[in-house]
C-alpha cells in the first residue's frame, strides 16, 4: 500500500473514531439533562412534602 493510501485508511479510522465520541457526549449530555431534571422534581416533591406537613401536621391531605 502507498503511503496516501494509507493515510486515507488512517483518516477514516480517525474520522469515525471522532464521530462514536461525539456520539457518546451527546447521550451522556442528554442523560445528565434528565438526571438533573429528576432530581429538581424530586426535591420540589420533598419540599412541597415538608410544608404540607408543617401546616396539616401529615404529609397526606385529608
Known sequence: MDDIEQLKKELKK????AEER???VKYL???FDNSRRWYAREKDLITDMGRTTKS???CFEV
Open 14 to 17: 480517525q474520522t469515525r473514531q
Open 22 to 24: 461525539r456520539n457518546k
Open 29 to 31: 449530555q442528554v442523560d
Open 56 to 58: 396539616t401536621g401529615s
